[in-house]
């Protein structure tokens, strides 16, 4: 096609924006930003059964902290509008164009009531059991046809498909692919209450908003072939179409709801970033030219090329994604990292603490925000440990050690009135230096001790800073009372 890239993203507003749904915008942003095109936002909202109140604005919402922005839509006519299908159905254009196949013999009024359709020979597509119509209505005379609209026999629009010889179309990832018109059913294009089907709204509106290329799952690649020989009826140019592979998850099945990670929102209120949310999104099915894998949203535009798109099925690996949140969060400047990390603390912790300093010791140590819980929960209260942590060989510590360091320490940190990291560490290093022992033989009991638990995001001295002396005295006192109740 010539001209400006023309891309459109049209989801229907039936509930969350789904990981495949948010792929598919995502590589339709790209496709025309990397050529200085335009992205389009249209809603199919043609099927009134499954709309969802509010679904539109989730999408919105989506997109928006996606980083896309759209050059046309609802809220953006540019002169192709209306940009919502229940309202361009308003206009009576799809029932125009529908007759309009009808006068070229491309399409034909089909009133067989449902217990005729019941009757008739089901195929298995695409693990679907599907009706294969049977053509009969086509056999109505003109005549007959009026008859029946007149006196309002309620109806459908079908596609007329050839039951002979082949049609071929391309797509950019597979390539030329023909099909058997044999296997081409006479699918709906407008239903009985009057609306276009989604697949016969797709392809009139592609064309009225001359849209270049159409990206889409690749669950559309057996419809193609219809939506071909419907731009072909009607004289109009094929779009470019690019159908992606499907996305799954670890045990390779269809990603779904109930994983708990198939939505954009799902994983925002896990605690992921956007930003990482889109990276880790754009890997799936895409890979750039070298081994890079952390891009900003105008990195990955500048660098996409659709053509490098993998037909193979991507997975979705909530590891992989939870790592390079990480490595989001390592990367954000601290200011913006405690803004978002507050909630979670204050969540946890209800004593008064300086929560910057803890900030700090975190940032490094989580994937996502929740983890903060988890890191440091025994600052609010000290967990009931197990003995058996105090035992370390790497350090050479036992629970015989760990005993009698930390009755030979408390009396020096009794003394201690400065509590800051910096004064605990040197009056502690002192005492090391002094006994001739290694640094994680005392250092290892005393952690133990003050946090309960085996990893911490901080050292001995960090913690105790943060407890303060009274508390962390208390805390060394219980270890000590329950390593000499153990022994």
Request: charged share 30%; glycine share 6%; proline share 4%.
């Amino acid at each position: 096609m010539e001209g400006k890239i023309r891309t459109r993203f049209a989801p229907s507003p039936t509930g969350k924006m789904h990981v495949g749904n948010l792929r598919s915008a995502l590589y339709e942003y790209f496709i025309a930003k990397h050529e200085g095109g335009e992205f389009i936002i249209r809603i199919e909202d043609t099927d009134q059964e499954r709309f969802m109140e509010g679904a539109t604005e989730i999408i919105y919402r989506t997109l928006e902290k996606a980083g896309l922005i759209h050059d046309e839509g609802p809220d953006k006519d540019k002169g192709y509008g209306p940009y919502v299908q229940s309202e361009r159905q308003k206009t009576g254009l799809y029932m125009e164009y529908a007759k309009e196949l009808v006068e070229k013999g491309e399409a034909y009024y089909c009133f067989c009531d449902k217990e005729r359709l019941a009757s008739l020979k089901t195929e298995v597509v695409d693990g679907k059991e599907i009706t294969v119509y049977d053509k009969h209505c086509l056999g109505l005379s003109k005549e007959e046809v009026e008859e029946k609209l007149a006196a309002g026999v309620p109806f459908v629009i079908r596609q007329n498909n050839p039951k002979e010889g082949t049609t071929t179309f391309h797509d950019e990832l597979y390539g030329d692919i023909t099909v058997e018109n044999a296997e081409l059913d006479d699918m709906i294009l407008i239903k009985s209450d009057g609306f276009p089907t989604y697949n016969f709204a797709n392809v009139v509106d592609d064309h009225l908003m001359k849209i270049t290329h159409v990206v889409r799952g690749n669950e559309y690649l057996s419809s193609s072939p219809k939506y071909t020989r419907l731009y072909q009826a009607f004289g109009w140019e094929v779009p470019t179409y690019v159908h992606l592979p499907l996305i799954t998850d670890e045990n390779h099945k269809k990603l779904a709801k109930r994983s708990g990670h198939a939505s954009f929102e799902d994983l925002l209120g896990q605690g992921f970033l956007a930003e990482a949310i889109v990276n880790y999104i754009a890997l799936l099915g895409w890979s750039p030219e070298d081994n890079r894998e952390i891009f900003s949203l105008e990195e990955m535009v500048k660098e996409f090329d659709y053509h490098r798109i993998n037909k193979s099925p991507s997975v979705f690996d909530i590891v992989k994604l939870k790592w390079m949140n990480g490595e989001y969060l390592k990367a954000m400047d601290f200011d913006t990292f405690y803004q978002m990390a507050e909630p979670y603390l204050k969540e946890v912790i209800h004593h008064n603490m300086d929560f910057k300093k803890i900030a700090e010791m975190v940032k490094t140590r989580i994937e996502v925000f929740p983890d903060i819980k988890e890191q440091v929960d025994f600052l609010e209260e000290l967990p009931d440990y197990h003995m058996e942590m105090y035992i370390h060989k790497k350090m050479k510590t036992n629970k015989e050690s760990s005993l009698e360091v930390l009755k030979d320490i408390l009396p020096l940190l009794e003394k201690q009135e400065d509590y800051s990291n910096n004064a605990l560490y040197q009056a502690i290093s002192s005492y090391i230096t002094e006994k001739g022992y290694k640094n994680g033989y005392v250092l290892w009991p005393l952690r133990t001790a003050v946090s309960g638990k085996q990893s911490t995001p901080g050292g001995a001295t960090e913690i105790m800073e943060l407890l303060g002396k009274d508390e962390s005295l208390r805390r060394i006192r219980i270890g000590i009372g329950r390593l000499s109740h153990e022994l």
